[in-house]
């Protein structure tokens, strides 16, 4: 089985930064394509970022050029660095993990992003 715990959330003011780590156990963590994606309240789960065991990047438009994803293979760990945040960044913040080949799919439990003034 493959568990994934993320860290890192909290609370900051417009514009600051904050990076989230997903930690991957029970998996051979180079065959899954990590991602994170963030819910905020009364809306869908939205894709911000995906990186692939070789890292292959990408990014929904709304995050470019603020944030920045990022894996070490030997730790089994998945970063998300945010940047310049605003308030409408603000969700639960959730760590994805695809496998390849056979499209096996996990889930972290999530971290709550707060961007308040």
């Known amino acids: 089985q493959v568990q994934l715990v993320e860290s890192g959330g909290g609370l900051v003011q417009p514009g600051g930064s904050l990076r989230l780590s997903c930690a991957a156990s029970g998996t051979i963590f180079s065959l899954y394509t990590m991602g994170w994606y963030r819910q905020a309240p009364g809306k869908q789960r939205d894709l911000v970022a995906t990186i692939t065991g070789a890292g292959r990047t990408n990014y929904a438009d709304s995050v470019k050029g603020r944030f920045t994803i990022s894996r070490d293979n030997t730790n089994n760990t998945v970063y998300l660095q945010m940047n310049s945040l605003k308030p409408d960044d603000t969700a639960v913040y959730f760590c994805?993990?695809?496998?390849?080949?056979?499209?096996?799919?996990?889930w972290g439990q999530g971290t709550q992003v707060t961007v308040s003034s």
């Open positions: 994805n993990a695809r496998r390849r080949f056979t499209d096996d799919l996990y």
